[in-house]
C-alpha cells in the first residue's frame, strides 16, 4: 500500500507546491540560457557573452577583458538554482510520501532542456489532487478517531 502523507504535514503541502514550482520555471528558463550559452561557446562560432566592456554583446571566446563575462554567471547561477530546485524537489516528494523513482523524474527535470516545464505541470497537478482528498477524507474523519 503506497505511503500518505502524514497529518502533521498536510498543512505545509502547499507551501511546498508552490516553493517547487517557482524554481522549476526559474530553473527551466536558466537551463534555457545554459542551453544559448553553449551553443554560443562550442560551436564553430566560439563566443561568449558580455556586458559592458568594448559594447558588443557577443565577443569572441576567452577575450573578455573589461565587461562582465554574462557566461560564467549563467554557468553558475543555473548551477547553485539547480541546487535549490532539488531542495524543492526534496521537499515536495517527502512531504507527500511519494516513490523515490518519482524524486528522480523530477530531479531529471532540471538538466534536459523544457523538461522541468512538463514535470512541474504533471506533478503540482498531481501534488494538490492528492492534497485535496486529503483535507477531504480529513474533514470526513471525525476529531480524535484515527484516519
Known sequence: MPLKPR?????????AVTFYKVSAYVTGV?????????????TPLQLEMQLGGSGDFLVPKDSITTGFNLSTAILIAHGWLYVVYL???FR?????RWPFSRFII???GGVVPFLSFF???HM?????????????ETRTTPEGAPA
Open 106 to 108: 523530477i530531479a531529471l
Open 119 to 121: 514535470v512541474e505541470s
Open 92 to 96: 515536495l516528494w517527502s512531504l507527500m
Open 124 to 136: 503540482t497537478k498531481l501534488a494538490l489532487r492528492e492534497h485535496a482528498a486529503l483535507v477531504a
Open 30 to 42: 536558466m537551463l534555457l540560457l545554459l542551453v544559448f550559452e553553449m551553443v554560443f561557446k562550442y
Open 7 to 15: 497529518q502533521r504535514d498536510i498543512p505545509k503541502i502547499p507551501g
Open 87 to 89: 531542495f524543492a524537489d
